[in-house]
């Protein structure tokens, strides 16, 4: 069982940058691959990131892809999102998750879920 807690979330202007982390409790951590998820008020949860147990690979959305990015470190029992570039449309809730499917982007295939961050972004 995975216990998971975001931080980071905060108030940026349009165009900056902003780093989220997630921190997991439990020894297994490094056997899911992870995910972050966003959820604006008024609309579905939108998949954001994903990366594989290893590392080494990762996907993302066409509406974030080149402007946000995934790591982890399992020694550390972390996973991060680096944000740049950040638009209007980007304020929500960002939440992680955990999953035991390989680089999964539905939030239907993740077991464990932290509280959430709030990002806001000013225009």
């Given amino acids: 069982q995975l216990q998971l807690v975001e931080s980071g979330g905060r108030l940026v202007q349009a165009g900056g940058s902003l780093r989220l982390s997630c921190a997991a409790s439990g020894r297994t951590f490094s056997t899911y691959a992870m995910g972050w998820f966003r959820q604006a008020p008024g609309e579905e949860r939108e998949f954001v990131a994903t990366i594989s147990w290893t590392g080494r690979t990762t996907y993302y959305p066409d509406s974030v892809k080149g402007r946000f990015t995934i790591s982890r470190d399992n020694g ?13 449309e980007d304020p929500a809730v960002y939440s992680c998750a955990a999953s035991r499917s390989a680089l999964p982007a539905s939030e239907y295939q993740y077991n464990y879920w932290g509280q959430g961050t709030q990002v806001t972004v000013s225009s």
């Fill in 76 to 88: 550390k029992h972390t996973v991060s999102l680096q944000m740049n570039s950040l638009k209007p």
